[in-house]
């Protein structure tokens, strides 16, 4: 089974709907990102979560919101999605101040 | 700002080459540096992580280096193999923990 999920895998949704993105992990790691990737940009950190009771903005958290649930669940809302939140969203994980990060597979949303 | 550039964007070689993907920063003050690769449709597979008082790390054909006063990192890939061909992604750790991402390098191994 996968460390880090994320689930859906793929969404299509309508300017102005709500949308979550969820992320599980398995490995016990402290910190948890949300990141998006378009492309000729790379990823871009949007929020990052050190533990249950530490959120923190990230370079491109307007229009986002986030919710850590618990230590392994960290998600990712769009209050009211925008086609150019178009995007590959990636969560990922670490454990510690230097630990190497390890990522989800990803969600495709797309927003028309 | 840190800014993270790769270069070539795109490179094609035949199988059982040896290749080097270039990967430079403008920040030298960076936590470390972590190489990754992704397939087309998925995820990111991390690859080596170096950290900042570290010259180099390696993983079976892979060899990354990091110059943290030039601002540069290399991955070299021995005997590249067809299964190679990804995307090649440099990010560095700019503090805690935020990660910052070069575009990539696309690789073609073609058998």
């Known amino acids: 089974d996968a460390d880090v999920t994320q689930t859906p895998r793929n969404r299509i949704t309508k300017t102005g709907k709500r949308i979550m993105l969820e992320c599980s992990q398995t490995?016990?790691?402290?910190?948890m990102y949300w990141y998006r990737q378009d492309p000729g940009l790379g990823l871009r950190l949007i929020y990052y979560s050190f533990d249950v009771k530490d959120i923190n903005k990230g370079e491109i958290s307007d229009g986002y919101s986030v919710s850590r649930q618990a230590q392994a669940k960290f998600s990712l809302s769009l209050e009211s999605a925008i086609p150019n939140q178009t995007a590959l969203y990636f969560c990922?994980?670490?454990?510690?101040?230097?630990?190497?990060?390890?990522f989800g597979p990803g969600t495709r949303l797309t927003v028309t | 700002k840190q800014e993270v550039t790769q270069i070539p964007a795109a490179l094609s070689v035949p199988e059982g080459e040896n290749l080097v993907l270039n990967c430079s920063f403008t920040?030298?003050?960076?936590?470390?540096l972590q190489w990754f690769r992704q397939d087309p449709g998925k995820g990111l597979t991390s690859l080596l992580l170096?950290?900042?008082?570290?010259r180099e790390q390696t993983s079976g054909r892979l060899n990354a280096s990091l110059d943290k006063s030039s601002g540069r990192s290399t991955l070299y890939i021995a005997a590249s193999q067809p299964g190679d061909s990804a995307t090649y992604l440099c990010a560095v750790g700019a503090g805690f923990q935020k990660l910052v991402f070069g575009t990539g390098t696309r690789l073609l191994v073609s058998p």
């Open positions: 990922a994980t670490s454990f510690g101040a230097l630990g190497e990060q390890y």
């Open positions: 490995k016990g790691h402290d910190r």
């Open positions: 920040d030298s003050a960076i936590y470390n």
């Open positions: 170096i950290q900042s008082s570290q």
